[in-house]
């Protein structure tokens, strides 16, 4: 059996064809090939095809293009030349008015395909070569030649069914949207696509298993055009799915990277830094690192994309003017901040504490009902240290939330002499805090009073106490009676600096021992 | 970062032999100091008194990182905390810092010294040493899944402060089975 010219063109890379009109549905056959333009009518049905510029040339000639189109024989032209041609849209009206198929090939290597009318073989190895053509003129391209030449219109879809770009008439495209709203749940549940009714039809493009996307074309068509359509959806999923491995990959690496560089574990400051230049990161300056947490409220989980903070930081660094690199690592946002200015000590911490300010802000405006902290790790002057700076930010974030409930930003140099007390050992500390509060915490445990809590509540916000009571939600009078209750069962005058400092302390490293067990 | 190891230890059969203690000892020419130690604790939950036995945990933030002025330790990408002593200067940070008292100061180097899970030994494809010569199998070491370790940290919560923050990179079965005793003729 013979095949059609448009079975033909399936065996010919996508890459390298323009399709300058409409593919008829109808399989066009022809038993001649000519290599000029004929005198006279033709005898059987023929394909022209030339190679030479100067043939196509004619093309540009009305009268010539109306005189051979009446030709009957007349099946189809092929231009045959790397170099681009086109010709005038009223020209291009003519062939497609007449339904004579006009293509232009790139590459002359495949015109022999046109001369073995039997079937002949795919050879799979093209494979390779379609893709890389795919690679260089991308899917956009594909998907618009083929819509014209299959007069088709083609909607992409993502996984999540969202649509990303669309080709085809104005109103061709309206219809299918139409059609899209219809069954766009349907489509969402996977539901099976041959129940889906027309008259639209989604090619599936199923990328390494892992994921679905979809291109909607109509469902009216031959099946040489449907084939086509397969191929373009074909090459696409190897597409994406070899994009899909070197983006896995590279994250892998950039993983590993980020891994070494917070734990330390890398031959030479010089690897470092080589390593960071791969990532666009620049080690060889210092660097601050912020930590920051973020709990969601409920519902917000599926609508954050982590990818949106990312690029939010980023812009927000780069309208302060500042070179911000965030990241995700063990369920936490990471910020490192290049800093290689020369500043004074406290200066410093407040340049950090700013920009991490502003990003809580940023976050805090796009996840309003969230919970985000961020603790900030010391300044070292050579970001091997970045290692050290990460866990004094975690520290910073851990313990930042048990001691200074109220502050979303912690500065692990702000821990002050609180930082010593992860280093003693918890039977010290609890027995420091009963020394003080032991009365307290019977009375609490006995009587339901809330003597504890009064007093962290008391020490928040530095013995305010309007403060103090409105936070308590209880009268100041009845504060103050309670306050002289606390100073009666410890023994201790809360107006003597010394000694309020030490339950200070106790009380602190009671919620320390209690938050952490 | 995917799988990273951690130690596994069944309290139901940790026999109190001290046999890993000693295989580490002679393995690395160890004296006057363990690098893993057999412990002795009792708690509500547990009447009998339980034996555990104890080492650098590897944990998952380790305070040694980041309290080493020389920055001699670092994590591996498998989980294993190294120390690299080369540059110690005996500021003894690491040994009070650490919630678990891992680092000790090595006599003979009189520089700080830990366990290192046998490091050379896993890439070569065996066991830590301490592992292979538990007779009753009670020390173990498996891999999990770095995003899984929160759910299995220890049951029993040791109440050092810091730990709960380090994340220990141990595995504990703590339900005593109940002894069962078979009268016997004779």
């Keep these: ?517 | 970062m995917a799988d990273q190891y951690v130690f596994c230890v069944d309290f139901n059969k940790c026999i109190a032999c001290k046999t890993c203690e000693m295989a580490c000892n002679e393995y690395y020419g160890l004296e006057g100091i363990h690098r893993r130690k057999v412990v002795f604790f009792q708690t509500e939950i547990l009447d009998n008194v339980v034996h555990f036995t104890i080492s650098c945990n590897h944990c998952q933030n380790p305070v040694c990182v980041s309290i080493c002025p020389q920055n001699n330790f670092h994590k591996r990408r498998d989980g294993i905390v190294v120390l690299q002593s080369n540059n110690c200067r005996t500021c003894l940070r690491c040994v009070t810092a650490c919630p678990f008292r891992a680092p000790k100061i090595n006599p003979k180097t009189n520089r700080a010294d830990k366990c290192n899970m046998c490091v050379e030994r896993i890439e070569r494809g065996f066991k830590p040493v301490c592992v292979e010569s538990c007779v009753t199998h009670a020390l173990n070491i498996m891999k999990v899944d770095s995003a899984k370790r929160k759910s299995m940290a220890m049951e029993h919560k040791t109440r050092i402060p810091l730990e709960s923050y380090t994340n220990p990179s141990i595995v504990s079965t703590t339900k005593k089975k109940k002894r069962t005793i078979f009268l016997r003729e004779g």
């Design chain 1, 1 to 517: 059996m013979k095949n059609s010219f448009q079975e033909i063109l399936l065996h010919i890379p996508l890459h390298h064809l323009t399709f300058m009109t409409p593919l008829p549905k109808n399989p066009v056959y022809y038993t001649r090939i000519k290599h000029e333009w004929p005198q006279d009518w033709l005898k059987s049905p023929s394909l022209l095809v030339f190679e030479k510029y100067e043939e196509f040339e004619k093309l540009h000639r009305k009268e010539f293009v109306l005189k051979i189109i009446q030709d009957s024989h007349l099946m189809g032209i092929v231009l045959c030349s790397q170099r681009k041609f086109s010709c005038s849209e009223e020209i291009g009206a003519i062939f497609r008015q007449c339904g004579i198929p006009l293509v232009h090939i790139h590459d002359s290597s495949y015109l022999p395909l046109l001369e073995h009318t039997h079937q002949s073989l795919y050879p799979y190895s093209q494979i390779s070569e379609e893709l890389n053509g795919m690679v260089d003129k991308g899917f956009t391209y594909y998907a618009r030649e083929l819509s014209r030449a299959l007069e088709t219109p083609g909607l992409y879809l993502d996984q999540y069914c969202r649509l990303l770009w669309q080709t085809g008439t104005e109103q061709e495209i309206k219809e299918a949207e139409g059609w899209l709203r219809k069954y766009y749940t349907d489509l969402k549940n996977g539901k099976d696509v041959k129940a889906i009714p027309g008259p639209f039809e989604p090619y599936i493009m199923n990328i390494a298993g892992l994921s679905k996307q979809f291109l909607i074309a109509s469902a009216d068509l031959a099946d040489w055009q449907k084939r086509m359509l397969h191929k373009l959806t074909g090459l696409t999923s190897l597409l994406l799915q070899t994009e899909e491995i070197f983006r896995v990959q590279q994250e892998r690496f950039k993983e590993h990277f980020i891994y070494d560089l917070l734990y330390h574990k890398f031959e030479s400051e010089t690897m470092m830094i080589k390593q960071g230049k791969a990532w666009g990161w620049n080690l060889e300056k210092p660097h601050h690192l912020l930590c920051i947490h973020i709990e969601l409220a409920d519902g917000e989980e599926q609508e954050l994309s982590p990818e949106v903070l990312l690029s939010d930081i980023e812009s927000e660094g780069e309208s302060m003017g500042e070179t911000l690199h965030p990241f995700l690592f063990q369920e936490q946002l990471i910020v490192l901040i290049e800093d290689e200015e020369e500043r004074a000590k406290g200066e410093r911490e407040r340049f950090a504490a700013k920009i991490a300010e502003k990003i809580h802000r940023k976050i805090s405006g796009r996840l309003p009902g969230a919970v985000c902290k961020i603790g900030i790790g010391k300044w070292y002057p050579q970001s091997i240290h970045l290692n050290k700076s990460y866990q004094e930010a975690r520290l910073a974030l851990k313990f930042g939330s048990i001691w200074f409930r109220e502050k979303q930003i912690c500065h692990i140099e702000n821990f002050g002499v609180l930082s010593l007390l992860v280093h003693i050992h918890k039977d010290i500390l609890y027995d420091f805090s009963q020394k003080y509060l032991s009365p307290l915490l019977e009375s609490d445990r006995e009587n339901g009073t809330e003597y504890v809590h009064t007093l962290d509540v008391y020490f928040q916000h530095q013995g305010k106490m309007n403060d103090v009571s409105e936070a308590l939600f209880i009268h100041v009078n009845t504060l103050r009676n309670r306050l002289r209750k606390i100073e009666e069962l410890t023994g201790m005058d809360l107006q003597d600096k010394e000694q309020t400092m030490n339950l200070y302390f106790a009380v602190r490293i009671y919620f320390f021992i209690h938050s952490i067990q």
